[in-house]
């Protein structure tokens, strides 16, 4: 594919997309309907279906039977931890594999034409982006998540939380399932604008921000503090009525959907003439610009606060009038 029909590259190789990024036209005034119907399938696919898929693969063949589940123990709670470890390798592990030890579309679609392991710097273990990243994920993010599973499959084996069933209530749980998306948007943006004060900034989310050219890896290269905060969402299920299987999707929407902000390229080819969207775009300029796209415009948060940048020159001139404004 020739990513040049599809956006520009300036001087220095780095690729930007045409057009500008909009918030999703879910939550606009006045209501556009049609504009809702054509961007709904992006909405599933690929990324929250294959998760919504993976979800339910560890509910049929990885989750313990209830009986199990009553007693914390460190047998289930290690083979949960063993087998998360194990997808996050594999899945993390294939776009690491095809785009950056590969190269497969060589700089096609990347967003800064430059790749990580080209590069040293100081900021990290080992002076090398993906060490470090690999350190921290293994080390903490995937412990955390477990961590959060484990507690959460236990209170519902327990019958310490309502455990609402499918069969008795499925429009209910259905429609959960459709909004919980919006809802780690939500807490996403309220995190991050958290961690971006400038004491946690400056110990915590800082971490995160040393891959300011990101890559696979990045996605759960964080602190330890900012882990729990990330993870935390999934404790909404033992705060409302909810299902395991939706505990265990909310995971899988922040464990392994971290990697689509931060894959680094617009789009994955898997072919001459196919590629995959990532929507990383807006991610991507916040690790570039550090103040923009808090959220990822799934609700326009960043609009209302004044922190969009909608990709374009034009976003940068606002982000640059914005900066200059805040100026003592």
């Known amino acids: 594919m020739d990513d040049l029909d599809y956006g520009t590259r300036d ?3 780095d690729w930007r997309p045409n057009g500008k990024l909009k918030p999703a036209p879910l ?9 809702i119907l054509k961007w709904l399938p992006s909405y599933f696919l690929p990324w929250n279906l294959a998760f919504a898929l993976s979800a339910l693969a560890y509910w049929q063949w990885i989750i313990p039977e209830v009986s199990v ?3 914390l123990s460190w047998g289930w709670a290690l083979q949960l931890l063993l087998i998360n470890s194990i997808a996050v390798f594999l899945f ?3 776009f690491e ?20 392991a080209d590069q040293k710097s100081r900021a990290f273990f080992f002076q090398r982006q993906n060490i470090d990243s690999l350190i921290r994920a293994f080390g903490s993010a995937v412990p955390i998540w477990t961590a959060f599973e484990v507690l959460i499959l236990h209170l519902y084996a327990t019958g310490a939380v309502p455990w ?26 309220a995190i991050h604008r958290l961690i971006h004060t400038p004491f946690l900034y400056k110990w915590v989310h800082s971490v995160h921000h040393n891959s300011v050219n990101p890559s696979p890896w990045s996605s759960l290269s964080m602190h330890p503090v900012e882990h729990l905060l990330y993870f935390s969402l999934a404790l909404l299920h033992i705060l409302i009525p909810s299902n395991p299987l939706l505990a265990i999707y909310q995971l899988h929407f922040s464990g392994f959907g971290a990697v689509v902000g931060h894959v680094g390229f617009d789009r994955v080819e898997m072919g001459e003439n196919k590629a995959i969207p990532s929507h990383a775009f807006a991610h991507y300029l916040h690790h570039k610009y550090f103040e923009v796209n808090y959220a990822d415009g799934l609700i326009p948060f960043d609009k209302w606060f004044g922190t969009w940048h909608d990709g374009t020159p034009e976003g940068d001139a606002q982000m640059q009038a914005r900066r200059r404004a805040a100026l003592p």
Do not use: D, T
Request: proline share 8%; charged share 15%.
């Open 97 to 116: 594999c095809r785009l950056y030890i590969a190269r497969a579309q060589g700089a096609r679609f990347k967003y800064n034409a430059k790749f990580p």
């Open 69 to 71: 589940m009553q007693k």
């Open 92 to 94: 993390y592990g294939a």
């Open 164 to 189: 609402v069933s499918f069969s008795e209530n499925p429009w209910y749980l259905f429609g959960l399932f459709l909004v919980l998306p919006l809802i780690h948007e939500l807490h996403f943006f």
């Open 11 to 13: 001087k220095r190789g």
């Open 27 to 35: 939550i606009a005034w006045p209501v556009q309907p049609l504009a």
